[in-house]
């Protein structure tokens, strides 16, 4: 016969679905984008957390106070710093460590994979255990002299040869994303990277000055046994470790873990105030259309519709437009999240990781539901109070 | 079916010199016969229209009640209500009444399409069209079919709300100066359209200024001051 009443009212009066698919797009919008924000960081954190693995980090002093620690774990600005290879034993010697293991550290903007300078990350296969375990779940067996691990953010994959300070390295294996400066980074075994260092001294593109390979390391991170406190052994490394700092990598994180929540926290009152707003925009633009409406909702009485009937038309007229507004304000929320995720990351300077397509699904169906929901409580105190008139009275009223 | 007023009484409050109290219609008895064509008519503000809504189950009265055979409106939910209003009642109210986002024919078959069962039948459907067209035909806008009411006289939607109120053959029809903005020639065709639904063993009430009306009235009753008297 004709399209539904509700589709007729909604095509009839194209500014006004126009303006509403707005309001619902852009409530939709703030609140997934906000929330995608939020969860990005916090995912970001706990991923950072997860992936450092270890309690304590011993770094050369200049590390620490220049704040090239910060830089690279938090930023993932690459970085390098070296101190002298006896740190390992007499780290390693003091009470209550339970493992370590050095790493080392080299930046390098000289290859093919990569517009900007990539962190060079060498462990030691046999005493790692804070990189293995994770590498794990794209990576098994042994990374053999010159093969590489890359991050999930350059554009290499297993396979390819990236060239670094002239020498050729085959990519093993690409890592899942973890939102942190662990993604730019090229992961080697302790021998592959020594080659690097001494390749890069040959060609002078190494200004550390005139080191031994083979006598330095970079940082040195330490699992703390069970039973002894992360501070004591911290304070013991600092009193016997000289020219070196240690740092509690909880605390690392919890200077960040501050400002994140006061990020979040920022954002979620922004969701919370945009979300009233909309429901108090939303709530009188629907009192405007009903009040405009009356006497037509009176005709619908009239010809024999219910209260129940009449709520459920408006309800409809409401839903309809909700729900494409949200839906298109969802997915564009999705889509920048998505394109600028990195430029978020580098301008709030923290870990971000978004989460994978099943989260992200449920997190948009669900932000979708509370933007629909939203626009249908709107509507419903409108569509009850006029339902509640006695329609006489509506008839009257507009005569 | 006899649909019939007993003791029906409805007071407004208003802010007024001494009483706040307003009186609309005071203690009406009326039945409306199976068949024929009832006139209303009364100076504005008699209470002509606060009855008819009574009557259509509108209004609750503040007193006495309303039957439709034995079944007091007034106590019925308002879904039941609402289904005896659809399914007994067609109705042309006071003023203008028309859905602006619907065109014509839409306008008349709403009724129709608004309650109709999820499987009706296709032939069913083509009535109900058919007949729509006819009504048209009849109050003269069939020309206007697909027009919407916002590019409508007066007049026009007028006839649009009496083909309307008769879409699905009701045994009751309630019309609020259903000729207050026709010309003479129209009123006379709507006055002969209620009075082919009379002969065709359908109640009509009409309530009307128009003089000519009175010819078409098998009852005729006066309202003053709330009163319904006789004539
Ligand atoms: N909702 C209301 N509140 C207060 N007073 C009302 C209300 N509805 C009607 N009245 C009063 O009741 C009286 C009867 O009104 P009603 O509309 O029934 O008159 P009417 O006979 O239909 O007049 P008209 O010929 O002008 O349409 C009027 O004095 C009117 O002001
Ligand atoms: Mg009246």
Same mark, same amino acid.
């Given at each position: 016969?004709?399209?539904?009443?509700?589709?007729?009212?909604?095509?009839?009066?194209?500014?006004?679905?126009?303006?509403?698919?707005?309001?619902?797009?852009?409530?939709?919008?703030?609140?997934?984008?906000?929330?995608?924000?939020?969860?990005?960081?916090?995912?970001?954190?706990?991923?950072?957390?997860?992936?450092?693995?270890?309690?304590?980090?011993?770094?050369?002093?200049?590390?620490?106070?220049?704040?090239?620690?910060?830089?690279?774990?938090?930023?993932?600005?690459?970085?390098?710093?070296?101190?002298?290879?006896?740190?390992?034993?007499?780290?390693?010697?003091?009470?209550?460590?339970?493992?370590?293991?050095?790493?080392?550290?080299?930046?390098?903007?000289?290859?093919?994979?990569?517009?900007?300078?990539?962190?060079?990350?060498?462990?030691?296969?046999?005493?790692?255990?804070?990189?293995?375990?994770?590498?794990?779940?794209?990576?098994?067996?042994?990374?053999?002299?010159?093969?590489?691990?890359?991050?999930?953010?350059?554009?290499?994959?297993?396979?390819?040869?990236?060239?670094?300070?002239?020498?050729?390295?085959?990519?093993?294996?690409?890592?899942?994303?973890?939102?942190?400066?662990?993604?730019?980074?090229?992961?080697?075994?302790?021998?592959?990277?020594?080659?690097?260092?001494?390749?890069?001294?040959?060609?002078?593109?190494?200004?550390?000055?005139?080191?031994?390979?083979?006598?330095?390391?970079?940082?040195?991170?330490?699992?703390?046994?069970?039973?002894?406190?992360?501070?004591?052994?911290?304070?013991?490394?600092?009193?016997?470790?000289?020219?070196?700092?240690?740092?509690?990598?909880?605390?690392?994180?919890?200077?960040?873990?501050?400002?994140?929540?006061?990020?979040?926290?920022?954002?979620?009152?922004?969701?919370?105030?945009?979300?009233?707003?909309?429901?108090?925009?939303?709530?009188?633009?629907?009192?405007?259309?009903?009040?405009?409406?009356?006497?037509?909702?009176?005709?619908?009485?009239?010809?024999?519709?219910?209260?129940?009937?009449?709520?459920?038309?408006?309800?409809?007229?409401?839903?309809?437009?909700?729900?494409?507004?949200?839906?298109?304000?969802?997915?564009?929320?999705?889509?920048?999240?998505?394109?600028?995720?990195?430029?978020?990351?580098?301008?709030?300077?923290?870990?971000?990781?978004?989460?994978?397509?099943?989260?992200?699904?449920?997190?948009?169906?669900?932000?979708?539901?509370?933007?629909?929901?939203?626009?249908?409580?709107?509507?419903?105190?409108?569509?009850?109070?006029?339902?509640?008139?006695?329609?006489?009275?509506?008839?009257?009223?507009?005569? | 079916?006899?649909?019939?007023?007993?003791?029906?009484?409805?007071?407004?409050?208003?802010?007024?010199?001494?009483?706040?109290?307003?009186?609309?219609?005071?203690?009406?008895?009326?039945?409306?016969?199976?068949?024929?064509?009832?006139?209303?008519?009364?100076?504005?503000?008699?209470?002509?229209?606060?009855?008819?809504?009574?009557?259509?189950?509108?209004?609750?009265?503040?007193?006495?009640?309303?039957?439709?055979?034995?079944?007091?409106?007034?106590?019925?939910?308002?879904?039941?209500?609402?289904?005896?209003?659809?399914?007994?009642?067609?109705?042309?109210?006071?003023?203008?009444?028309?859905?602006?986002?619907?065109?014509?024919?839409?306008?008349?078959?709403?009724?129709?399409?608004?309650?109709?069962?999820?499987?009706?039948?296709?032939?069913?459907?083509?009535?109900?069209?058919?007949?729509?067209?006819?009504?048209?035909?009849?109050?003269?806008?069939?020309?206007?079919?697909?027009?919407?009411?916002?590019?409508?006289?007066?007049?026009?939607?007028?006839?649009?709300?009496?083909?309307?109120?008769?879409?699905?053959?009701?045994?009751?029809?309630?019309? #609020?100066?259903?000729?207050?903005?026709?010309?003479?020639?129209?009123?006379?065709?709507?006055?002969?359209?209620?009075?082919?639904?009379? #002969?065709?063993?359908?109640?009509?009430?009409?309530?009307?200024?128009?003089?000519?009306?009175?010819?078409?009235?098998?009852?005729?009753?006066?309202?003053?001051?709330?009163?319904?008297?006789?004539?």
């Amino acid at each position: 016969m004709f399209r539904s009443l509700p589709f007729r009212n909604i095509s009839g009066k194209p500014g006004r679905t126009a303006g509403l698919l707005l309001l619902s797009g852009f409530l939709c919008f703030f609140i997934l984008f906000g929330s995608l924000v939020i969860y990005g960081l916090r995912s970001g954190m706990a991923s950072l957390e997860a992936r450092l693995g270890a309690d304590i980090m011993v770094v050369p002093y200049e590390a620490a106070t220049k704040k090239d620690l910060d830089g690279m774990i938090l930023q993932g600005n690459p970085g390098y710093f070296y101190m002298d290879r006896s740190v390992v034993d007499k780290v390693s010697s003091m009470e209550g460590v339970k493992q370590i293991s050095e790493q080392f550290f080299l930046a390098s903007a000289s290859s093919n994979c990569c517009s900007l300078a990539v962190q060079l990350i060498g462990f030691d296969p046999k005493t790692d255990f804070t990189i293995q375990p994770w590498v794990e779940h794209t990576y098994r067996g042994e990374l053999g002299y010159m093969e590489i691990l890359v991050g999930s953010d350059l554009n290499a994959f297993a396979g390819d040869v990236l060239t670094f300070y002239g020498s050729d390295c085959r990519v093993a294996a690409r890592l899942e994303k973890t939102g942190t400066y662990l993604d730019t980074a090229v992961y080697a075994s302790e021998e592959t990277i020594k080659t690097l260092i001494t390749e890069a001294k040959e060609k002078k593109l190494f200004n550390f000055g005139d080191v031994d390979p083979d006598q330095i390391v970079s940082c040195v991170l330490v699992d703390v046994a069970d039973g002894y406190s992360q501070e004591d052994v911290l304070n013991d490394i600092k009193i016997h470790v000289r020219r070196t700092q240690a740092v509690q990598t909880r605390n690392l994180i919890s200077g960040v873990s501050g400002q994140l929540v006061g990020v979040s926290d920022v954002i979620g009152g922004l969701i919370v105030v945009i979300w009233f707003l909309a429901l108090a925009i939303l709530a009188l633009v629907f009192a405007m259309i009903a009040r405009e409406r009356k006497k037509e909702f009176a005709v619908l009485r009239v010809i024999g519709a219910s209260r129940g009937k009449l709520a459920a038309i408006l309800l409809q007229e409401a839903l309809i437009p909700g729900i494409l507004g949200s839906l298109a304000g969802g997915i564009l929320a999705v889509g920048l999240a998505g394109t600028f995720c990195q430029l978020i990351e580098s301008t709030l300077g923290l870990p971000f990781l978004l989460p994978g397509i099943p989260g992200l699904l449920i997190l948009v169906l669900a932000v979708t539901a509370v933007s629909v929901l939203t626009g249908a409580l709107a509507s419903a105190l409108s569509a009850f109070r006029i339902s509640r008139i006695d329609t006489a009275l509506i008839l009257r009223g507009e005569n | 079916m006899n649909l019939r007023a007993e003791n029906i009484t409805k007071q407004f409050i208003r802010k007024r010199k001494g009483s706040n109290v307003m009186t609309a219609v005071q203690d009406v008895s009326l039945t409306l016969p199976e068949q024929g064509l009832t006139l209303i008519y009364g100076h504005s503000g008699s209470g002509k229209s606060t009855l008819m809504n009574m009557l259509a189950g509108l209004l609750a009265p503040t007193s006495g009640q309303v039957f439709l055979d034995d079944t007091d409106l007034y106590k019925l939910d308002d879904q039941n209500l609402s289904k005896l209003r659809r399914d007994h009642f067609g109705m042309i109210p006071q003023g203008q009444t028309a859905l602006h986002s619907l065109t014509v024919m839409e306008n008349v078959l709403l009724p129709y399409a608004l309650f109709g069962k999820k499987g009706r039948e296709e032939a069913e459907t083509a009535g109900a069209e058919a007949y729509a067209r006819e009504l048209l035909e009849m109050t003269g806008i069939s020309d206007l079919r697909d027009v919407k009411p916002g590019e409508m006289s007066g007049g026009e939607i007028r006839r649009m709300a009496i083909a309307r109120a008769l879409i699905r053959k009701p045994e009751f029809l309630l019309a #609020d100066e259903p000729t207050a903005d026709l010309d003479e020639d129209n009123t006379k065709i709507v006055l002969d359209l209620f009075q082919a639904q009379a #002969d065709h063993g359908k109640s009509v009430l009409i309530i009307s200024h128009d003089p000519t009306s009175r010819a078409f009235a098998d009852t005729t009753y006066l309202m003053r001051d709330g009163l319904l008297l006789p004539e």
